[in-house]
């Protein structure tokens, strides 16, 4: 199988406030780990591209000092949320791909944020 | 840059009729992917295609990848309540990163 899990499921939080988030691949390494953000009734984004080891590489538009990504071991990637504001309200989703340049992409269950 | 847009966005059928969702890219892709969102829940991988016009089935479920490799289809035949959520196609090009394209939602009236 290959099942990644996302950690927590849900957060609250008040404004300017951090908030990590986890993403795991529980029975497989993951040498690339994607974090998208979901707006309501939009599509997934890509926010960036997580590789083990080495910096993250950020989408055009995704500030990297707000969205702190660190890919330290090859099954757990996290993505922190720093000074969260209103509009930092969202489903974030990661995904796992298990080896370089293969194509498919084990989507986690989905953390969604809440900023208050 | 690379986009990739779904139409249309919202679709309304009743129970047992066919429905199709239509996938454009504005680049050659190397591959198109499928998924399916419930509400408040995750993309949940369907399939992947990878050969020009390739066909792909799955009971109830046609996908069909186009002879350039920029569109794709997916339909459903004799819709159930259970088909209910967005169908997402999302694309993968040079860079390999997905693409994902605007989302379909599918109501289902029973």
């Known amino acids: 199988g290959a099942v990644v899990s996302q950690h927590p499921s849900w957060v609250i939080c008040k404004s300017g406030t951090s908030v990590k988030i986890e993403c795991r691949s529980l029975?497989?390494?993951?040498?690339?780990m994607f974090w998208y953000r979901q707006f309501p009734k939009q599509s997934l984004m890509l926010m960036a591209t997580?590789?083990?080891?080495?910096?993250?590489?950020?989408e055009q538009g995704v500030e990297k000092d707000k969205f702190l990504i660190n890919h330290a071991s090859l099954t757990l990637s996290t993505l922190t949320v720093t000074s969260a504001h209103p509009e930092d309200s969202s489903f974030y989703i990661c995904?796992?791909?298990?080896?370089?340049?293969?194509?498919?992409?084990?989507f986690g269950p989905g953390t969604r944020l809440l900023v208050l | 840059g690379q986009q990739v847009m779904q139409i249309p966005q919202y679709q309304h059928v009743q129970e047992g009729e066919d429905f199709t969702t239509y996938c454009n890219s504005s680049?050659?892709?190397?591959?198109i992917q499928w998924y399916k969102q419930r509400p408040g829940g995750h993309p949940v991988f369907l399939i992947q295609l990878v050969k020009s016009g390739e066909v792909k089935k799955q009971k109830r479920l046609t996908f069909q990848f186009g002879e350039a490799k920029k569109n794709s289809s997916l339909h459903i035949t004799a819709t159930q309540t259970t088909d209910v959520g967005t169908y997402f196609c999302a694309g993968s090009g040079a860079t390999n990163k997905l693409i994902f394209g605007t989302g379909t939602l599918l109501a289902v009236q029973p």
């Open positions: 029975d497989f390494q993951a040498t690339t």
């Open positions: 995904s796992a791909r298990k080896r370089e340049r293969a194509e498919t992409q084990y």
């Open positions: 997580s590789n083990e080891g080495s910096k993250a590489t950020y």
């Open positions: 680049t050659t892709l190397s591959n």
